[in-house]
Nanobody, 122 residues
Framework: QVRLVESGGGSVQAGGSLKLSCSVS?????MGWFRQAPGTEREFVAA????????YYADSIRGRVTIARDYPRNTLTLQMKRMRSEDTAVYYC??????????????????WGQGTQVTVSS
């Protein structure tokens, strides 16, 4: 079993930065961040293997976000910078205990956090 709890969401002005955290209980093979804006599908943001630390990023956001693991604190983070209004969404932390061939596919994750709201104002 894996339990995930996100934190760090809030409001930020366009061009600003925000860091999300996800506290992890249990053991995961890989973890990721997804986001969902009102009326849209949940979309992939970034993922990382808990085993080798290799990160993956959505093309649309590459260069503006950094996903990282904090082993001692068993925490996953997402640092976002140069934020835009289109980054406004509920951000979800996700985990899988199996090898996931397609880290950008939400169906490959079996565990999800409750989500944290991020609002970017222009």
């Amino acid at each position: 079993q894996v339990r995930l709890v996100e934190s760090g969401g809030g409001s930020v002005q366009a061009g600003g930065s925000l860091k999300l955290s996800c506290s992890v209980s249990g053991h995961a093979y890989a973890m990721g961040w997804f986001r969902q804006a009102p009326g849209t599908e949940r979309e992939f943001v970034a993922a990382i293997s808990w085993v080798d630390g290799i990160p993956y990023y959505a093309d649309s956001i590459r260069g503006r976000v950094t996903i990282a693991r904090d082993y001692p604190r068993n925490t996953l983070t997402l640092q976002m910078k140069r934020m835009r209004s289109e980054d406004t969404a509920v951000y979800y932390c996700a985990a899988t205990i199996y090898y996931n061939k397609n880290p950008n596919v939400k169906d490959e994750y079996g565990y999800w956090g409750q989500g944290t709201q991020v609002t970017v104002s222009s």
